[in-house]
């Protein structure tokens, strides 16, 4: 893996002082090839480099950060993209991994772990940190609205397994991949496989419920 | 009788004027609503066939504005058109012109205009010396309301044809009217009134139709831009109480970096909780147990500086049980920022359609549990023994040297009521 050249990244977030923090301190282990600080030009930008992945604030004036992921993921499904953001309302990152981000962390992360979250994501994982684990979760909660509607009829797609939820609550409680592995008696790969069909599950899932937790949420 | 109602002496209100502001100013001195008391005026006006409307005006007159401070020498404008020689005989003037007028029309006829225009005599009268003595904001207001009606003299080409078509539309209309209205002194038809009434009311729309519209638009437009100018007050007065004195507190304590990171994260706590829950700092006492955890995180932030990353799934309002739950699990968590050296505490809820479940985890030394010394047995007794007073249950893990987790559950489904009450976190 070391091998392998580092990642090329963009970095869009309208912060000027929070993009020039992240750059002096992944300048050493990443290659940022670009920073943007609204949607218009995040699209020029990475139409135009081609990154491997794409630091993404939630929060964009022009749009938010999925309109980023939309006009782009068409043309460009090698682009990966990390959401990220420090004011997070659920439905805004429940929406922005739906438009197609790999993962989302909170901008008081690590450098370490924003390096290797980054790394992650250009290899094809999911990152998910412990509160878009509790969103997830909170999203997929499994209780039917009224308690003698089983859940039955529904597809794969709308439920999450209990190995699933398992994996969650404990990425939720800050455990790591390999502590996850440990804890479960299983591999850190399959605790991975289980959090990448748990994001497949959060982009291609068309239940209600979904929809209905979000604008609850907003309602709320 | 004047210093009741709100308190203060009986003022016109400018900011809030349809005409001169009276009807506001009284609904604020007594109390009411300025609509309110605007309809009351309108009625008024109909069941005393016009004879309230000059009354309007005369208070017009009498009546100082609020902007008028209460020292001035002159305070309403009555008082200073008492000075205004030209403008009484000029006001005089228009009245007597506007009497003859109506003398003329009553020879002509014996109809309605007479007995709704004698009134207004005395309005013309106190309108003239208005016009003539308002301060110059006021004087400005009423320009624009007649606005409209100027244009047919000051307006460009296309406006001036336009207006005056309106105009002579509505002239002809009017004469229709009044002169079908009037016919039926004379005629018997049952429909002339109404046909009449109709005529009129066209020209009157026609006439003033644009004006009235643009009196209510600048009135939601003015009501607008008020409830923004509020809605930004109020964010200023926010940012400035919280972002900027911690702003201010950490430049101060830069040299400390434990009291930077827990300033920091109190603000972003409560700015969270501020902008995304709509609650302020300080609330009373939690309801809910996603509230009682929030809480556990500030009091242990606060009291130990040690951060505690929370993550909460569902809610439900709290009972005897789940704070019973929240105590073991504050108990578990300061235990976790006094003894463990851990550099975070993570706390994380859920609550289940059958149970809730609390876990405390660091990543600190950690303790052989069977071996615990005197002093940490009590603490973990507490926990263990008040969950299980309750029905519930705590497990305690902990490896020397990789941290410590608790775990505490709580059964639902055992307690009545219990599945509502899910529901309705759910639904939170």
């Known amino acids: 893996m070391s091998a392998a050249p580092p990642p090329r990244v963009v970095l869009v977030d309208d912060h000027g002082l929070f993009r020039s923090g992240v750059r002096a301190e992944l300048g050493g282990q990443l290659e940022v090839v670009g920073e943007a600080e609204d949607v218009a030009p995040a699209i020029e930008l990475i139409t135009r480099v081609v990154p491997d992945v794409v630091l993404l604030d939630v929060h964009l004036p022009g749009g938010g950060g999925q309109a980023v992921i939309t006009a782009v993921v068409r043309d460009l499904p090698q682009v990966r993209f990390l959401a990220l953001s420090a004011s997070d309302a659920p439905e805004d990152v429940i929406a922005v991994i739906r438009a197609g981000a790999r993962g989302y962390v909170t901008k008081t992360i690590s450098t370490a772990d924003l390096a290797d979250a980054i790394r992650r994501v250009a290899d094809g994982d999911a990152v998910f940190s412990h509160r878009l684990a509790g969103f997830v979760l909170d999203a997929f909660a499994s209780a039917p609205a009224a308690p003698d509607v089983r859940p039955s009829f529904d597809p794969e797609l709308d439920q999450l397994t209990n190995r699933e939820r398992e994996v969650l609550r404990l990425i939720a409680q800050g455990y790591t991949y390999r502590e996850i592995g440990r804890e479960l008696f299983i591999s850190a790969k399959t605790v991975e496989s289980h959090v990448s069909s748990v994001l497949r599950k959060l982009q291609l899932s068309s239940r209600h419920q979904l929809t209905r937790w979000a604008t609850e949420r907003r309602l709320a | ?428």
């Open chain 2, 1 to 428: 009788m004047r210093n009741r109602g709100n308190g203060g002496p009986l003022r016109r209100d400018p900011d809030d004027r349809l005409g001169g502001g009276v009807a506001a100013g009284i609904g604020a001195w007594r109390g009411f609503s300025p609509t309110t008391v605007r309809i009351a005026c309108v009625v008024a006006a109909l069941i005393t066939q016009g004879w309230a409307v000059p009354f309007y005006f005369i208070g017009w007159l009498l009546i100082p504005a609020r902007s008028e401070p209460a020292v001035d020498e002159q305070p309403s404008i009555g008082a200073r058109a008492r000075h205004d020689s030209r403008g009484v005989a000029l006001a005089i003037g228009l009245a007597s012109f506007f009497a003859v007028f109506l003398l003329l029309a009553g020879v002509l006829n014996d109809g309605a205009i007479e007995i709704y225009g004698w009134p207004q005599v005395a309005s013309v009268f106190c309108l003239t010396l208005i016009w003539r003595n308002a301060r110059e904001s006021e004087r400005a207001a009423m320009r624009h309301l007649i606005q409209p009606l100027e244009s047919l003299w000051t307006g460009g080409e296309n406006m001036r044809r336009s207006t005056t078509l309106r105009l002579v539309a509505s002239a002809v209309l009017l004469v229709a009217g009044l002169g079908w209205l009037l016919s039926l002194h004379g005629g018997t038809a049952l429909l002339a009134p109404l046909g009449g009434f109709v005529l009129v009311a066209a020209a009157l729309v026609l006439l003033f139709g644009p004006w009235w519209l643009r009196i209510a638009r600048d009135l939601v437009l003015e009501r607008q831009a008020r409830a923004r100018a509020e809605e930004r007050a109020d964010m200023a007065a926010r940012v400035h109480d919280s972002v900027l004195q911690t702003l201010a507190l950490i430049q101060r304590r830069a040299e400390d970096p434990a009291a930077v990171v827990q300033l920091a994260r109190a603000q972003e706590r409560e700015l969270r909780s501020w902008l995304f829950e709509g609650r302020v700092a300080g609330d009373a006492d939690a309801a809910t147990l996603a509230e009682g955890v929030r809480r556990i995180q500030r009091d242990v932030e606060a009291r130990h500086g040690v951060p505690v990353e929370v993550v909460t799934v569902g809610d439900c309002p709290l009972d005897d049980h789940l704070s019973a739950l929240l105590a073991a699990a504050g108990e578990a968590t300061v235990n976790a920022a006094k003894w463990s050296g851990a550099s975070v505490i993570s706390l994380f809820a859920e609550v289940e359609p059958d149970k809730v479940a609390v876990a405390v985890r660091d990543r600190g030394k950690g303790f052989d549990t069977d071996a615990v010394p005197a002093d940490r047995r009590g603490v973990s007794e507490s926990i263990r023994g008040r969950m299980a007073r309750h029905g519930g249950e705590a497990v305690v893990q902990s490896v020397p040297g990789e941290g410590t987790k608790v775990t505490l559950t709580l059964p639902r489904a055992a307690r009545p009521g219990g599945q509502a009450a899910a529901a309705e976190g759910k639904r939170r």
